[in-house]
């Protein structure tokens, strides 16, 4: 089972920063928080991923709270292309696992 | 120059039938990965496979078999397909197996369709 919770969907503005947030209260020391999403009709794609700090690179950035029990990207000027379900993953360590997807937030930009 | 490729992109049969669906990837990953995303769009891991070591989800049926011939190749093989195998598989790959800062690379994914 997914160890995250996100809201189903959200809505944003074109051109306007987008901000998905994410609950991960049972997240232990040595998982990081990963962040995946996916447009319709394709496979997923990794966005971001961070452990304690907060990320940012050329897609979004991470904002992890201090307690890491929850966390939030934010993409700066959301486009249409945007448009995707969005995946926030905590990561299981061990092994050559898999990534362990939860429902995810239905990100819907209006133009 | 695509990254994690799938064959075929469609593939409609009748229940009973033998297929197979093939993954290749051109990142020098050691790490492949099989995925199933169900008509309610839940993606569920089917298998992961690290230098010969293969690492089976538990809720899989043993009609599911992967067989990589190569590090770059995973393929999926399904027998005796059913009703319930519909759904759209998606390929993955990653640089180390297991290790936690290590992303996932997807393929396009392969639309199932059993009759």
Known sequence: ?????????????????ANLPCNHSTISGNEYVYWYRQIHSQGPQYIIHGLKNNETNEM????????RKSSTLIL????????????????????ADGLTFGKGTHLIIQP | ???????????????????????????????????????KKFLK??????????????TVPNRFSPKSPDKAHLNLHINSLELGDSAVYFCASSPRGGVSTDTQYFGPGTRLTVL
């Open chain 1, 60 to 67: 979004a950035s991470l904002i992890i709270t201090e307690d």
């Open chain 1, 1 to 17: 089972d997914a160890k995250t919770t996100q809201p189903p969907s959200m809505d944003c503005a074109e051109g306007r920063a």
């Open chain 1, 76 to 95: 700066p000027h959301a486009t249409l292309r945007d448009t995707a379900v969005y995946y926030c993953i905590v990561r299981e360590g061990g092994g």
């Open chain 2, 45 to 58: 891991i089917m298998f992961s496979y690290n230098n010969k070591e293969l690492i089976i989800n538990e």
């Open chain 2, 1 to 39: 120059d695509t990254a994690v490729s799938q064959t075929p992109k469609y593939l409609v049969t009748q229940m009973g039938n033998d297929k197979s669906i093939k993954c290749e990837q051109n990142l020098g990953h050691d790490t492949m990965y099989w995925y199933k995303q169900d008509s």
